[in-house]
């Protein structure tokens, strides 16, 4: 399904089918909220030049695919976020194909039960002085498992690239497993790009500081979870990142 992009201005709900497909008009400014997705859902978006576009996605589908094509001196930032007790896969690609194109990827996810979630992300850089970012907060409780690919692909064109990935996980659950596998293709001269990992437990001294002040601990588990997302959730209007704030804190304190 094909839809037009003077019909976006400013903030708008948007329903991803098995093939939904949408272009963004030259410098427009635009916040695109996903607010349903079949089971398996695919977003094809081109962002033409001058163009802002936040995508917001909060996790649904079992199967979602975002093909992004960025334009010159366009701006792209996704957030995908959610409270996970299902199986779910998503496929990123984006294509940053003209000069001083930016994108940004936020994941803030909370994965539970027994779940197993899968993301790959391809960050693609074919232009010059183009730049990116990929923001991961993943959070593991119970049984659950989540594997996180990230490629940061610098083509020949890619000179002045400045592109880094970040994934930072809270691990919770006793038997909960997670993968983290940043990675690096560069086939230009003049770049800057990297990428870190860090995979760990709450703080035990944050943790006693708060109970210290008489908060019980599933209360200070609560709020330093909280702490852990929202570097990952700016941008995002507050209603829908209050309700998964707010289902973190009912899946804390039961």
């Known amino acids: 399904m094909a839809q037009s992009a003077s019909k976006f201005m400013s903030d708008e709900q948007i329903n991803l089918t098995a093939d939904t497909t949408l272009s963004i008009a030259p410098r427009q400014v635009t916040k695109l909220i996903v607010v349903s997705a079949k089971t398996e859902a695919k977003l094809t978006l081109i962002i033409n030049e001058g163009a802002g576009v936040h995508l917001i996605v909060p996790l649904s589908a079992n199967k979602a695919s975002f093909q992004i094509n960025v334009k010159t001196r366009a701006q792209f930032t996704m957030t995908l ?21 930016n994108a940004i990827v936020e994941l803030a996810v909370v994965s539970q039960q027994t779940s197993q979630t899968n ?28 594997v996180l690919t990230g490629l940061l692909y610098v083509g020949e064109r890619g000179n002045g690239t400045n592109t880094y990935l970040s994934d930072k996980v809270l691990l919770l659950g006793e038997l909960s497993q997670v993968k983290s596998d940043p990675q690096l293709e ?5 770049v800057k790009a990297s990428h870190g990992a860090t995979i760990g437990q709450i703080s035990e001294e944050e943790l006693f500081y708060l109970r210290s002040r008489g908060l019980p601990k599933s209360v200070a588990q609560s709020i330093l979870v909280q702490s852990f997302l929202m570097p990952a959730l ?19 304190n039961p």
């Open 81 to 101: 976020l959610g409270l996970i007790d299902f199986d779910s896969m998503g496929d990123i690609k984006i294509s940053l194909t003209g000069e001083q194109a």
């Open 119 to 146: 993301f790959n992300i391809r960050l693609e850089h074919l232009s010059n002085r183009t730049t990116g970012r990929i923001n991961s907060r993943r959070v593991q409780q119970d049984k659950s498992a989540s």
């Open 186 to 190: 560069i086939l230009a001269c003049d």
């Open 234 to 252: 700016i941008g995002v209007p507050l209603e829908i990142r209050d309700k998964l704030l707010h289902e973190v804190s009912i899946r804390q």
